[in-house]
């Protein structure tokens, strides 16, 4: 069992920045491949970045690569989300989540454990 609290999101102009944590419980997080989701008002949940479980390989959808950088840091059980440059069709609410699957998932059915997400608003 993993239980995940996501911070870092709030209000921000367009072009600025934003740093996402996700700590999670238990002392299995190392185990863990994690991803990054968001979801706006009247549309689906949409993958946003993942990272293995050992932090060697991510992975990121198109619109967020160069601007965006998962990250995780085992000893501390919290993987981050730096979003660099961000864009009003950022606005969303973002959320965490751990999956027991090898690789770097990137279908929500992938993800058996979810945070209960924090709010970004970019405006313009």
């Known amino acids: 069992q993993v239980q995940l609290v996501e911070s870092g999101g709030g209000l921000v102009q367009a072009g600025g920045s934003l740093r996402l944590s996700c700590a999670a419980s238990g002392r299995t997080f190392s185990s863990y491949a994690m991803g990054w989701f968001r979801q706006a008002p009247g549309k689906e949940r949409e993958f946003v970045a993942a990272i293995s479980y050992s932090a060697s390989g991510t992975y990121y959808t198109d619109s967020v690569k160069g601007r965006f950088i998962i990250s995780r840091d085992n000893a501390e059980n919290t993987v981050y989300l730096q979003m660099n440059s961000l864009k009003p069709e950022d606005t969303a609410r973002y959320y965490c989540?751990?999956?027991?699957?090898?690789?770097?998932?990137?279908?929500?059915?992938?993800?058996?454990?979810w945070g209960q997400g924090t709010q970004v608003t970019v405006s313009s």
């Open positions: 989540a751990a999956s027991i699957q090898g690789g770097i998932p990137i279908r929500p059915y992938s993800y058996a454990y």
